[in-house]
């Protein structure tokens, strides 16, 4: 018998292994209930996460708890100006004993890779992730290197405009599933903060919550998740929609529509369904779209946001194309 047909779309230790790792990691992060499910759904859907907001209001913290509530192998890499490609991927150093080249793996070979202020190294090293991001594999003097499974980066930046940041491609964007800002805390979540968190390290109070194994396992529900046809092509009108709006430049991607549907069955059995419905894929929407559009030059000077045209293809495009 297959694992396919042992394992259900969603059974019941799947929602309860949700409310696990959303309550402990809610522990040690306050008051961004939306974020912490946010980063589980990516991790269930197979994709990345971009944390960005300005310095300070816990951005390495969420990750940093996505990755201890997973039993697996986790790597930080501190991004800054001088870090070199190599120290990423890895390098193939020359043995005088073997008289070969012997590969030493980098940082990037982990199932999780936080990758602290990413916008902070140049376009070369940030580059250094494409390959390793769409097609979980690092190629170094033409060798291919496979890497682990489940793979998951979650990078954080400083908002494009901060001193010293270069901004990131557009082909890096478009890998990262989510894009989330955590915004300040509310008064009593930073109440609760200061006197909870004070004096010791909150990150203590989270363990590993969920072994790669059941991982993996929750990952293949996530996929057999329904997504009827009339769906998928209430996201393809989406998409199109955001391609032909008069302040976009670049629309959705075929990519990002592929990307859409996942975060959207990840959604759903987050929320303990089996199938996939219309309110899954708009809440997903502005985490998945606000990065990736690009829009026209007079829609920046007169003050678009990305967010607001997500809005607007929401609003007048309709499930099953009768917009």
């Known amino acids: 018998m297959s694992v396919h047909q042992t394992l259900p779309s969603v059974d019941a230790d799947f929602s309860e292994q949700c409310q696990r790792i959303i309550q402990g990691m809610s522990a040690v992060i306050d008051g961004k209930p939306q974020a912490i499910k946010t980063a589980l759904v990516v991790l269930l859907a197979g994709g990345h996460l971009l944390v960005e907001d300005v310095p300070g209001v816990g951005k390495t913290l969420l990750a940093k708890a996505l990755a201890r509530s997973v039993d697996g192998t986790v790597n930080r890499i501190q991004f800054t100006p001088d870090l070199l490609p190599s120290d990423v991927t ?3 150093v020359f043995s005088p004993q073997t008289q070969d080249f012997t590969f030493h793996p980098g940082p990037v070979f982990a199932n999780i890779v936080i990758a602290d202020e990413i916008n902070r190294a ?3 090293t940030q ?14 003097d ?15 930046q400083n908002p494009i405009d901060a001193e010293g940041t270069f901004a990131l491609p557009e ?20 109440i609760s903060m200061l006197c909870t968190h004070h004096g010791h390290d909150p990150l203590a109070e989270i363990g590993a919550l969920l072994g790669l194994e059941r991982l993996r396992q929750m990952m293949l529900q ?15 009108d989406l998409g199109r929609a955001t391609r032909e709006h008069q302040h976009v430049l670049v629309g959705a991607s075929p990519r990002a529509l592929l990307q859409w549907v996942r975060a959207a069955k990840s959604h759903a059995a987050v929320c303990g369904r089996d199938h996939v419905l219309p309110e899954d894929v708009r809440e997903v929407a502005p985490m998945l779209l606000g990065h990736r559009l690009l829009l026209t030059r007079r829609a920046l000077a007169e003050g678009v946001h990305p967010e607001t045209v997500v809005g607007e293809v929401l609003q007048h495009t309709a499930v099953g194309g009768a917009g």
């Open 171 to 190: 082909a890096q964007r478009d890998r990262f599933m989510a894009r989330i800002s955590m915004g300040y805390p509310d008064r009593a979540a930073e």
């Open 127 to 140: 580059a250094a992730l494409l390959e390793c991001m769409e097609e979980l594999q690092v190629t170094v």
């Open 122 to 124: 140049n376009a070369k």
């Open 90 to 92: 890895g390098v193939s």
């Open 142 to 156: 033409s060798v291919t290197h496979p890497l682990q499974r489940p793979f998951m980066v979650i990078a954080t």
């Open 222 to 236: 996530v996929q057999r998740v329904t997504v009827t046809e009339r769906l998928a092509g209430y996201v393809v």
